[in-house]
């Protein structure tokens, strides 16, 4: 089954400094990909996905995430940081029927 | 619109107990879907319905877990007998149309605690 791995557990980055996250898949073909955020007593939601066509997709809240079939990653970016961004985020793919997502990355805005 | 509804949203169980879940999904969604999500990790999939049917159930221990839609629209999600291990939230969603093109919004999710 197609996977993705989140290398980091926890990120800290200081409010207003650019922030990266990195995902990276496992899987033949072009995935398709998806970025997804759990904020503290909130559902998760989805911030952007990638299935085919231009290879930076934008998404809401000022993220954005770049697919490099080179590399097989999907890296979800900010340019700054605002204190509400902390929270925790998931790599997904879709394999088959359903959504594989990673273990997520942790994220801590500092002031 | 109102969004995916979840009850209860806390449960503590002993083991070897039942527990039920409830979700009533977005109006008008035909896909409806159930994750349970351990405690540093990410949501795992455990069945998926198109409808009142079964798309994908290939991660539910059937043994002990069981999940139905009636007429298409409410779901519940059974757990028995509970083991300890099972402690997690358990996250429902639904879309609009099949994935991966429609999009899933996913509940506050309940979650369990088995001591």
């Known amino acids: 089954a197609q996977s993705v791995t989140q290398p980091d557990i926890h990120i800290t980055v200081s409010e207003g400094a650019s922030l990266e996250l990195r995902c990276n898949y496992s899987?033949?073909?072009?995935?398709?990909l998806f970025w997804y955020v759990q904020s503290p007593g909130q559902g998760l939601q989805l911030l952007l996905k990638?299935?085919?066509?231009?290879?930076l997709v934008q998404g809401i809240k000022g993220f954005e995430a770049e697919f490099k079939r080179s590399q097989s990653s999907f890296n979800l970016r900010k340019p700054s940081v605002h204190w509400s961004d902390a929270a925790e985020y998931f790599c997904a793919v879709f394999s088959g029927y359903a959504l594989n997502f990673g273990k997520g990355t942790s994220l801590l805005v500092t002031p | 619109e109102a969004g995916v509804a979840q009850s209860p949203r806390y449960k503590i169980i002993e083991k070897r107990q039942s527990v039920a879940f409830w979700c009533n999904p977005i109006?008008?969604?035909?896909?409806l879907y159930w994750y349970q999500q351990i405690l540093g990790q990410g949501p795992k999939l455990l069945i998926q319905f198109q409808n009142n049917g079964v798309v994908d159930d290939s991660q539910l221990p059937k043994d002990r877990f069981s999940a139905e839609r009636l007429k298409g629209v409410d779901s519940t999600l059974k757990i028995q007998p509970a083991k300890l291990e099972d402690s997690a939230v358990y996250l429902c969603a639904s879309s609009l149309v099949a994935p991966p093109e429609g999009e899933q919004y996913f509940g506050p999710g309940t979650r369990l605690t088995v001591t």
């Open positions: 109006s008008g969604h035909a896909t």
């Open positions: 990638y299935f085919s066509g231009d290879t």
């Open positions: 899987y033949g073909a072009t995935p398709y």
